[in-house]
């Protein structure tokens, strides 16, 4: 597989000198300057291509082409942006760029409560606890229905979460309340999504504005925005040969009422199909899927090989309570070894980056964009060299 890495930008702090002397031989990036909505012209591509290839790499993905809320719940100027996500895609493939990621999860990218959960070893890592997010929906956000929703919560037998969120509150200080805040819809979504901006006053005023954009929306309806957004943009892909490739939702199940309709083999089935089109395909993260106990990542990675353009390597633990933490990228439910021995078999050319990877040995100190740390996405990177090589 192609050894890609993804960088922010020339803001980004790991410059693309330093990505050089690791072995990075592609780059995962978007124009994170264009304000959501807008056409990313083909001069400001252009200008960042000709940037990257200047110090010898090449641009091969973009992560991501990002999916407006208003196509995703089917709002009434959802066509204009329809014609803007064209004129993107055009515009790139005209720069040589043909790989393009994105996803269709409303509102919420990924989520984590905790961005530097410490482990035995000293190293630390991304974390998700359904106590504490549900604490977070019920307490913080104030959702509607949310307790309700907690309490008929049955994934996990033998296991109240809402009595656990209601136990925290009797510990929870004012600054654990303002972490859950900015771990759940600022840092874990400010680079991200152009939903929420880091400096963003209100954060959970804008949320609560964006959540009530998908009021009563079912998943049969997402599924069939979903339809509209892929057969508006086939097309396209067609003419220009880009290979489309949806993210799974992280984590692969509905989260703050919201439906999510990437995160199993039933949806992928449905998804592919609904445009049968070879270039409607996925970018298999292992690392989302490993969190889902339904999913068996190696299987789905031998049904789906052939229709995956871009690979995510990254493992979850599952812990016996439900809650799921990353592994190591040689550990956890994933089984990246595999997973090579799959990809690689089936396309050597095909992109991979390393996903997330520990914070180590002063990665925490650096101001990185949470779960991408330099020195563990780099230990990790080197981990898959190895196996890649071992595997050849
Ligand atoms: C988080 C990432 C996601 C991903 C998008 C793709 O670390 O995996 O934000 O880039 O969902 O559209």
Request: hydrophobic fraction near 40%.
């Amino acid at each position: 597989m192609e050894l890609t890495w993804r960088w922010f930008g020339r803001k980004d702090k790991i410059t693309l000198p330093m990505l050089r002397q690791i072995g990075v031989e592609g780059i995962v990036t978007a124009l994170h300057d264009v304000p959501l909505g807008e056409v990313w012209t083909r001069e400001q591509i252009r200008d960042l291509r000709e940037y990257i290839e200047s110090h010898g790499l090449r641009w091969s993905v973009v992560e991501s082409l990002p999916v407006t809320e208003t196509i995703k719940y089917g709002g009434p100027d959802r066509d204009r942006q329809l014609e803007v996500y064209r004129q993107s895609l055009r515009n790139l493939a005209a720069e040589g760029i043909r790989t393009v990621c994105y996803n269709f999860m409303p509102v919420l990218d990924w989520a984590r409560t905790d961005l530097l959960h410490p482990n035995p070893d000293g190293t630390s890592n991304l974390y998700f606890s359904y106590a504490e997010f549900a604490y977070f929906d019920i307490f913080i956000l104030r959702r509607h229905g949310a307790r309700e929703e907690w309490a008929a919560f049955n994934r996990f037998p033998g296991r109240n979460v809402l009595a656990e969120a209601e136990a925290l509150r009797k510990t929870m200080p004012p600054e654990g309340e303002h972490r859950l805040v900015e771990n759940i819809i600022v840092k874990t979504q400010g680079f991200v999504s152009g939903n929420i901006r880091e400096d963003d006053e209100h954060p959970l005023e804008l949320f609560r504005q964006l959540l009530a954009l998908y009021d009563g929306l079912t998943r049969e309806q997402l599924r069939e925005n979903m339809r509209y957004f892929l057969e508006a943009v086939m097309p396209v892909c067609d003419e220009c040969n880009i290979n489309l490739c949806v993210h799974p939702d992280d984590p692969p199940v509905p989260v703050l009422g919201l439906p999510r309709i990437a995160g199993s083999d039933e949806d992928f089935e449905w998804l592919l199909r609904a445009v049968d089109n070879p270039h409607n395909g996925l970018t298999f993260c292992a690392g989302s899927l490993s969190a889902g106990l339904h999913n068996d990542v190696v299987a789905l990675a031998r049904k789906y090989a052939r229709r995956t353009h871009f690979v995510h390597l990254r493992s979850c633990h599952v812990l016996p309570n439900g809650d799921f933490t990353e592994a190591s990228h040689l550990a956890g439910r994933a089984n990246v070894v595999e997973l090579c021995r799959i990809f690689e078999a089936e396309n050597p050319a095909l992109p991979m980056r390393v996903d997330h990877g520990r914070t180590m040995l002063g990665d925490e100190t650096r101001g990185y964009n949470a779960g991408y740390s330099f020195l563990g996405r780099m230990f990790a990177l080197a981990q898959v060299q190895g196996v890649l090589a071992a595997i050849k």
